[in-house]
Structure formats: structure tokens, C-alpha cells
């Protein structure tokens, strides 16, 4: 009599233990690596761990292939070549910065040049890029300011190339290409059949289908003042937000605070009360370029360009009267700004 019972218990811990390691050999994988001047964390979840490491080998490898391309800091990247060939010769580059640049241009067109790519005269004039950190003289940045102009940057489709219309132009991707390289390393990870996943760029995030709980992901907003604190939290469902603050680089001088976002109409980093812009769009280049631009609008302009975007919030906090608020556009439900 005893035994159909044991038998049953027996078949019973058998399936038992065959779905834990199933679950077990589903649950994914992570990695954090250093990646484009920044650190990079991927997650693979509801797949088999071995072929989630494969496919996050795979996108970290492109990001490294990105970089290289696009990287200030390697000698030999494409944006180098163009800063220094391209006033004397237009400059064939690849696919991938040719697209970037294109983006880029078109976010200089959108925010009415207060993004722009052709900025790094000015940041070099203020020590943001070698050199030392300080506040230049007036002469130094109208020297600067008159090598600054996206409209003297030429791409042309033919060929793509690109090339300086004005003489001591340089261009740096600072403020676009960590959100192009996350979206290059989602569009492989998507190639490689992968379903969920989340790539964190150096604040530059976009997730696709679920967490490891099964939920969609949910991505904490910083407190601009406080490391450690998150403000607000965001759901991410194809889609990416990204985050410029005044806190990540920057230098104070007689008690001010300049950071490494800078108005190309007035040649010195922003200083309209924005402290931190999170943008929530559909791709990460779109977010990395819109959180940079939106920063330079400030506010009211800010707000406006992003309400004007289909799919595009955003969440831009100002410091007024020594106290931060942060301000909503619609599409949260937010109605009221709240004080941090
Ligand atoms: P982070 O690089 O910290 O994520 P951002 O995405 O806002 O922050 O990019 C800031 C970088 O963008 C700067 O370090 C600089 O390289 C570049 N940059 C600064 N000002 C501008 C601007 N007005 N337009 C385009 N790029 C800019
Ligand atoms: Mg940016």
C-alpha cells in the first residue's frame, strides 16, 4: 500500500528539483566592464546563463569596436582623424560615425544649437579635456566660440565624409556617444535572439522585455546633491532614459559651480539654474543628446522641446531659492513639481 505514495513523493522531489535547476540555469546573466571612458553594466535575464555570457561577450566587444572609433582618448579613433584632417581635406569615416555625426547634427537642429558637437574648443578653453580647470579669460573664449559651429560641419552622404568649413574646429561625442554606443550594443544583443536585457552605459540605460523578477525593469533616478539617493523610479519598456548632471564633472571657483555642459552661445558652462535632466526616449542616442540639449535650454525651453517629441519625457531639476525641484513634463503623472 505504502509504495505508489513513496513512489509519488519520489517523482514529486524529482520534478521539484528539475524545475530549481532549470530556473536556476534560466535566471540569466550579468557584467560590469569598463567600457567607453566609462563603466558599462549588461543584465541577460530568462535565458540559459551560458548562452547570456555569450551574448553579452558579443555587445561588450562591440562597444569596444565603438570606441575606438569614437574615442577622444585613442590616437588613432575616426573622431581624431576628423580633427585633424578634416579643415584641410573632407574625411571618409565608417557607417557608424558618419550615422552618430548625423544624429548629432540633427539634435543641433532641434535644440536650435544648444547642442552641438563642435563644442570641444571651448571645452578644452576651460580645462574640461587635458590642462587645468579654470575659469579663461574672455579673449580665450571668443577665440574658442569662433571655431564652434555646426553649421560649419559638412557630411556628405556621398562618400561619408565629413569636413570643417572653418579653420580650428574639433568635434567631441561626449554628449551622444555613450547613448549611440548602448544602442549598438542593444541592437547586437537583440540580433543574438536575446528577449531581456538591460545595458547601462554610464547612465545611458536602455531595457527590453523583463527583469529577473518578470516585471518590466524599473531604473532608479539619482538625486543630483546625494550619490546614494534615488529621487524617483522609471519603468523601462524599450526604451532608454539617460541623465546629464552638474555633479558627474565639474569645478568650483569662488564658490561656483562650473560644469561640463556648455552653452556654445556664450562659450561658459551652463548656468540656468538646471542641476540634472533625465530624458526618457526610444533610443539612447535620442536620450544621451536630449539630456545634454535640454540642460543648455534650461527649463521652460527645455520643456518644451520634449513635449513637443513623440515618446520623449522629462525630468529636469532646478535649484531655485536654495531648495531643488523637480519638474515633470506630461506623460508622467506628475502634475506638480516636487521638492527634493
Ligand atoms: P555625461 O557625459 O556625464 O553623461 P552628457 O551626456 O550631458 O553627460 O555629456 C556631457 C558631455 O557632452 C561633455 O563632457 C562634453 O563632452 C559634451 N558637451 C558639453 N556641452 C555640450 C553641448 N552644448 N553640446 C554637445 N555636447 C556637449
Ligand atoms: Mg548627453
Redesign the pocket.
Known sequence: MKTPMIKSRAIFAIVCVFLMLSCAARQGESDIRSAMGTFCEIKVTGERTESAKRKIDSAFRELERVESLMSLYCSSSEVNLINRESFRRPVAVSCDTFNCLRE?VKYSELSGG????T??PV?RAWG?FGGLLNKPSSETINEACSAVGYLSLELSERGSTVRFLKPNMAI?L???G??YGCDTAVAVLQKETCLNALVNL???IYAFGHSSSGRPWKVGLRHPRFKDKVFYSVALNNQAV????DY??YFIDEGRRYS?????RTGCPVSNGVISVSVIAPTATEA?AL???V??LGLEKGMELVESMEGVKAVIIEERDGSLWANFSRGFGEKRPIKL
Not at 539617460?242 to 548632471?245: D, H, L, R, V
Not at 561640463?260 to 556654445?264: A, L, N, Q, S, T
Request: hydrophobic share 40%; no cysteine.
Open positions: 548629432a544648444a547642442f552641438d558637437v563644442v570641444l571645452l574640461f567631441d561626449g554628449g551622444i555613450k547613448g554610464g547612465g545611458n539617460s541623465t546629464s548632471g558627474e564633472n561640463h555642459i556648455i552653452d556654445p544621451d539630456s545634454t540639449a540642460f543648455v
